[in-house]
């Protein structure tokens, strides 16, 4: 792993500056807030199905809103054609008025309008993996997550944007180009999910879907202040060829409010033959009710590792400002540290990325038609991914297993573990990645991820969720950590810890006030 050093070195001088083009100004200044754009998006798909609101409706006012905000943002991308989405709105409102009951046992999602993230194939729309290499893919086929959507009754009217084969936490790529922070459009949206992110909170979309590998899920919810789930490893079905060696990344929710992760979570969750390694979970029980008593609850802090895992002093300050929210709904808080060495487990982490992401990947940088489509981090992954030994990749799984103890050993005196879900504030949407965090210089192109990082070589449930703003408007926050399989009890404390932190929750962007 150490020979991987001069390769970063050379890696990281590529870090800087994009040429970027200026940011489309909003078409007009952003009026009252609609109401059913206000609304959670698990009481907008029950007026739809109640037939209080129309899918027609919920449409258009959805579609206004992309028009509004995403020239400014880019979170949006291969848009549908509006004609042919109003078609298919109103295909849905003649169900419901022939007497179709759509509801949260049968079609929870119906008329939600829906951008998958475009790291997975939706039928019919274009799907790049933010790669100039899938620039003109239009899917024929889709895998399970989609399906699991479709068939809820989600109606797709585009993508959500994502770097390129969702390398790294910045969502920027060739194809789209970048997307901008809900909150400040000269800072990054975060990434990998960043479109879901900030289509969230510009209430562009109801609710979304999202990817984690090291922080994906996590990283653009709290930088655009809402919420998103990384489950339990195999708690939603994973996909693909190999599903036993490579075990590292999910799908996942994201959402403006807890209650409507868990909704979306009760869908995409649950054993599927075509996926090894899912576990028998009760997928309903996602969808609520969320509420419990979390009196003598302990919870354990691990701030920035023990010092070990750099961070922004804002950060930690934000997010040392929300645990009172976990005392006053009766839980306790103490420190909590891991008794293993991180450094093993950060070279650990990078040899096995490199050898799931860029393994498969190597017929692009061999075949000179593709070659120089692809971008610096997929290059680099895939030049690691070229000298891994079988003997490495057993140490590293060792490692990695070791780890994984360790953590687990910290629930014999806690409930949940608490960590900041970011280590930085949002930085400026032109650079590809951060070269350095509180004065310490980034080997790679994702080392400032390190605290997520530090969550997935587990495989542990972690529910990333708002804590506050810095003084100049930016926002970070938490991450939620449960025992294995304790995705329901994540849901029921994030639902209690979303409640008293209202006001910072609740909080809108500045386009949208």
Not at 299 to 326: K, M, Q, S, T, Y
Not at 416 to 440: H, K, R, S
Not at 450 to 476: C, E, Q, R, Y
Request: include cysteine.
């Amino acid at each position: 792993m150490g020979a991987m050093a001069g390769t970063r070195r050379q890696f990281l001088k590529g870090a800087g500056a994009l040429a970027l083009a200026p940011v489309a100004a909003p078409a007009s200044a952003a009026p009252t807030l609609d109401p059913l754009l206000a609304m959670p998006g698990r009481e907008l798909a029950g007026m739809i199905s109640a037939k209080k609101v129309s899918a027609v409706e919920a449409l258009t006012t959805v579609l206004a809103q992309i028009a509004r905000h995403n020239p400014a943002h880019n979170a949006i991308v291969a848009l549908q054609d509006g004609d042919q989405l109003l078609g298919q709105a109103r295909a849905m409102d003649a169900r419901l008025a022939a007497g179709e009951r759509p509801g949260p046992q049968n079609m929870p999602l119906f008329g939600i309008p829906w951008a998958v993230k475009d790291l997975a194939g939706v039928i019919g729309i274009r799907t790049t993996n933010g790669s100039l290499v899938n620039k003109d893919n239009i899917p024929t086929s889709e895998g399970i997550m989609v399906q699991r959507l479709r068939k809820a009754g989600a109606l797709f009217i585009g993508k959500t944007n994502a770097p390129e084969f969702g390398l790294g936490s910045h969502t920027i790529n060739r194809v789209y180009g970048p997307t901008r922070n809900a909150w400040n459009t000269g800072k990054s949206a975060g990434g990998s999910s960043g479109g879901a992110g900030v289509g969230l909170a510009l209430r562009m979309l109801p609710m979304a879907d999202g990817s984690d590998f090291g922080g994906s899920l996590r990283n653009p919810a709290v930088w655009n202040n809402v919420f998103g789930f990384r489950p339990t490893l195999g708690t939603i079905p994973s996909e693909g060829a190999e599903q036993w060696i490579s075990r590292m990344s999910t799908s996942g929710p994201m959402a403006r409010h807890v209650a409507d992760l868990g909704l979306i979570l009760s869908v995409m969750a649950g054993p599927h033959p075509g996926a090894l390694g899912a576990l028998p979970v009760d997928a309903r029980s996602f969808a609520g009710p969320l509420v419990a008593d979390h009196k003598g609850v302990r919870i354990g802090w691990l701030g920035d590792w023990g010092g070990r895992v750099p961070h922004d002093p804002a950060v930690l300050r934000i997010c040392e400002n929300a645990l009172p929210a976990f005392r006053s709904i009766g839980c306790s808080v103490d420190e909590a540290s891991v008794d293993h060495e991180i450094e093993p487990v950060w070279q650990a982490l990078m040899l096995l990325r490199s050898w799931v992401s860029g393994t498969g990947l190597q017929r692009l940088a061999d075949d000179p038609k593709t070659r120089d489509l692809i971008g610096p981090q997929a290059h680099w992954e895939i030049a690691n991914s070229r000298t891994i030994t079988g003997a490495q990749v057993l140490a590293a799984s060792t490692v990695r297993t070791a780890w994984t103890r360790a953590v687990d050993k910290l629930f014999d005196r806690f409930d949940f573990l608490v960590a900041p879900a970011v280590q930085l504030l949002p930085f400026p949407v032109e650079q590809l990645w951060p070269t350095q965090v509180n004065g310490q210089t980034m080997r790679t192109y994702h080392e400032w991820m390190l605290g997520t990082f530090l969550v997935t070589m587990t495989g542990l449930p972690a529910l990333a969720a708002p804590s506050g703003f810095s003084a100049d408007g930016l926002p970070a926050g938490i991450q939620i950590i449960g025992r294995r399989g304790a995705d329901l009890a994540c849901l029921k404390l994030a639902h209690a810890y979303e409640q008293a932190m209202r006001p910072v929750i609740s909080r809108l962007p500045p386009g949208l006030v």
